[in-house]
């Protein structure tokens, strides 16, 4: 078969699809630590199906096809792994050019720019990874391509190639070698190429084993009945004979979505309640106050209505907006009780699409819209946004909710994007994060045994504690954290904790942490039983 033309690449494309949404438990088994979030096939398998599903089939040029896909796969990608398929097929899509059908030759130029773009995409490119798998098939293409004249029997040489280049995978990446398993988004390509291979060979596609799957929403707003009717928030220039604790205690329960962030000589206050009088009587106490904001959250909602029916008309857009990226009812309402104006759902178990964060960011009546990820794995499919629109999205790479929470406070309406941008970071650094979940499998870690179930506390240098026993791991975790300049430990309970059980934690955390502020929200994350963090 000397080309390949449009309707069998349709048919092999829908089989490449097929086979990865089948096999997409299997790469997510690859994941190398024993979280219960490996999405590596999940978001690869979206970011393609969702990509194929949303374009038509019946183009009559592979050229034509390839596009309507490449385009369709950036405004699908999910997760770190969904965004760089979504640029290894931009480079194919450039090196087809305008072919009609799929040549040796073009297949090559294809393979060529595919990882072009794909390192292109990457700021810091890991070897070992699925940027490994597709370099090395792209040399071999570069290389022997002379030595074929048909197309199909070229890309057969490459899909071995990928496998050769997948298995050798463990031994460029220590940890890999270690966990004993090749790189997951590496198999991700190549169980695409596999499917793509089983149509060329047998003449129909792979049947897919299973449904649809759902993608995630993007959520403008949950409807809460109004407890406290005051927004209240203020920055405080603290005096140095008042410790910020006796504050905190003095308020935790005159309201709720309280956040007491302290930060040098300044204390930034937050909190829903009937009393500001009296919060604000107690923040006296604690040093002078400036940027005092005080919005009754009632009168609000109920002008709301009315607001929205002036919003269709002409207007003039705000300078700012926000959008957040949050699992659980609970840090939702902490994110918009911050100045967040749209949500979207999502996190580590559920990576949202960039079409997902895009749509969010189109609600924003806003010149210059934040976008906070709040997980380093969504990062690279929001930073795809900005080009998708005409407004300038700047996108914070708030890497877990404490560090996002923090950007959102350190916010300035009288600062330029880019100030508030470095500013807002500059908040974001001062939190180190910690996260309480389960393990999903059995494996080692660094000499250390790891069974299903077991209590794992992960920090920024990855799995610091492992028990069975939750409140014990939760204070070994955070006290691993602890440093002799912080100052504020916050906690945010999941929807696996009950409040009591959250409350005997908290007890035991100020007993242990007398000097410091200890704070506890709802956050109703699923996967994670706490996320704390420390400043």
Known sequence: MKTINAELLALMLKSAANNLKNNKKAINDLNIFPVPDGD??????????????????EEETCSALVKALSKAALRNARGNSGVILSQIIRGIYKGVDEAEELSVEVIKNAAVMAKKSAYDAVMKPTEGTILTVVRQMAEFAEESYGNYSEADEFLF???????????????????????GVVDAGGQGVMTLFEGLIYALREGKAIESEEGETT???????????????????FLINKKADRKTAQFTAAIENLGDCMLVIEDDEIVKVHIHTNHPGRVIEEAIKLGELTNLKIDNMKYQHDDKAEKEAEAQEEKELKKYGFVAVAAGDGLSEIFKSLGADAMVEGGQTMNPSTQDILDAVEKVDAENVFVLPNNKN???????????????????????????????????????????????????????????????????????????????????????????????????????????????????YGEEVSEDDANALLEELEEKYKDMDVALYYGGQPVYYYIVSVE
């Open 40 to 57: 590596t096939g999940t978001n690869m398998s979206m970011t393609f199906s969702g990509a194929l599903g949303s374009i038509s089939l």
């Open 157 to 179: 040489a490459l899909y071995e190639k990928g496998n050769e280049s997948l298995a050798k995978t463990p031994d460029m990446l220590p940890v890999l070698k270690q966990a």
């Open 215 to 233: 993608s995630s929403k993007t959520i403008a707003e949950v409807k809460t009945e109004i407890k406290f009717l005051y927004c209240t928030e």
């Open 378 to 492: 969504i990062i690279l499919a929001a930073e795809q946004v900005d080009a998708l629109t005409k407004k300038n999205v700047i996108v914070l790479p708030t890497k877990n909710i404490p560090t996002g929470i923090s950007a959102i406070m350190g916010f300035d309406e009288s600062l330029s994007p880019e100030e508030n941008a470095e500013n807002m970071m500059g908040m974001a650094s001062g939190v180190t994060c910690g996260q309480l979940t389960f393990a999903a499998r059995d494996t080692e870690v660094d000499g250390v045994e790891i069974h299903e179930g077991d209590i794992m506390g992960l920090s920024p240098n990855g799995i610091e504690v492992v028990g069975d026993d939750l409140p014990s791991c939760t204070v070994e975790l955070i006290d691993s954290l602890v440093t002799e300049d912080s100052g504020v430990i916050s906690v945010y």
